[in-house]
Structure formats: C-alpha cells, structure tokens
C-alpha cells in the first residue's frame, strides 16, 4: 500500500482551494490516502519571517492577484480576488476538519465547501453557523463535532501539526508531503503526480 501524502493547509488558503479537487482526483487515481493536516499559518509564517499578505510590498501583492486569477482560469474555478472575509479566522474550520478525520469520516467534502465558502461563495468561514450548516448538509452530527472541535484535545493536534510543519522546514501552504519529499504549492501538483506513478 502506498504512504499516505500528508496534506499540510489552512481553510483560508486560496491556493489550497485551487488545488483541492484537482490533490482530491490525484490521490483517489493513484490510491493513495491523505492524512489531512490544517496547521497554524501565522505560526509558520513567523517563523519563517513572512508578512502577512496585506502588509507584503505593494508589487508582490498584486503579482499574487494575477497568479490567483491565472490559477483560477487554469483549475476552472471561481474565484473571487477580493473576498468580504478575508482575512478570517480559519480555527474552528481547520479543527473541524481534524475532528472528521479523527473520526474516520473522510474530511474532502468539508474542506472543499469551506475553501469555497471564502473564495467563491463571500461567506465568513469563522462563523460557527456556516460550519455547522455545511457540517449538517453532509448528514454529520454538526453539534458534536463543533464541541469537539473545541475540546484540548483537538487544539493539542493543531498544534502539533503546525510544529510538524515547521519542523520539516515547510515553506508554506498548501504543502503535500509523500515519502518524506514536499511538494510547496497547489502548482507543484503535477510533479507531486510524477512522484506518485513512480
């Protein structure tokens, strides 16, 4: 059986909404598994001395934009540049998605409705009411997964994830790591693809 492909993100990333579908179809084509990683990126990127995106040099903010828009184009996908909630906080999300998979409920779905809840759909993924509609949508028990969603336990994890991250020296999200070997970017997914049909 192939290793699983740790799959290091956050549900604000844009970049990780990108290429979710298209990591999703690869993995199920290649049979392989995913161990589902949300980490801190603020940690990371403090790390790592990286700015947060609105207080990056004006150029390379705007260099982003058209990658964005490229990328969009290129996956097919909807994307708005300039979401109402952006920044917002991704925690209740991010250990949402722990909390499925914790509980061996695969969390694919989930992540892709809440990464396009930010970037497609202008909805606030820091609002415990949209986690719980998306939560109920898909037939879960929404309250309970909120709860513990809250819980040490689940916070313990997040926080292990994101010292993982930064002990494996990641660069940033989303990073897809098989056999040891990282994969920085949602546009790294074809090369990740090589790596996998070896």
């Known amino acids: 059986m192939k290793t699983a492909i740790e799959y290091y993100f956050t549900s604000l990333s844009p970049y990780a ?22 980490i801190k990126l603020g940690k990371l990127f403090a790390v790592l001395g990286v700015l947060p995106v609105k207080q990056r040099l004006q150029a390379r903010q705007d260099y982003r934009l058209i990658e964005l828009a490229r990328w969009a184009k290129k996956r097919q996908l909807p994307l708005n540049l300039h979401p109402a909630f952006f920044p917002a906080d991704p925690s209740l999300a991010d250990k949402c998605i722990i909390v499925l998979q914790q509980l061996g409920h695969p969390p694919s779905e989930f992540a ?5 809840a930010c970037w497609a759909k202008e909805q606030n993924i820091a609002d415990m009411a949209l986690n719980h509609r998306i939560l109920t949508s898909m037939q879960l028990d929404a309250d309970k997964i ?11 994890i997040y926080e292990a994830n994101t010292t993982a991250a930064i002990e494996k020296g990641l ?28």
């Open 112 to 116: 892709a409705q809440i990464l396009a």
């Open 146 to 156: 909120i709860a513990q969603a809250s819980s040490d336990e689940i916070e313990t």
């Open 17 to 38: 909404y990108l290429g979710h579908n298209t990591f999703m179809s690869l993995a199920q084509q290649h049979h392989s598994d995913i161990n589902y990683k949300p």
């Open 171 to 198: 660069l940033g999200v989303p990073t897809y790591v098989y056999q040891n070997e990282p994969f920085w970017g949602q546009d790294r997914l074809e090369l990740l693809a090589d790596k996998l049909a070896q």
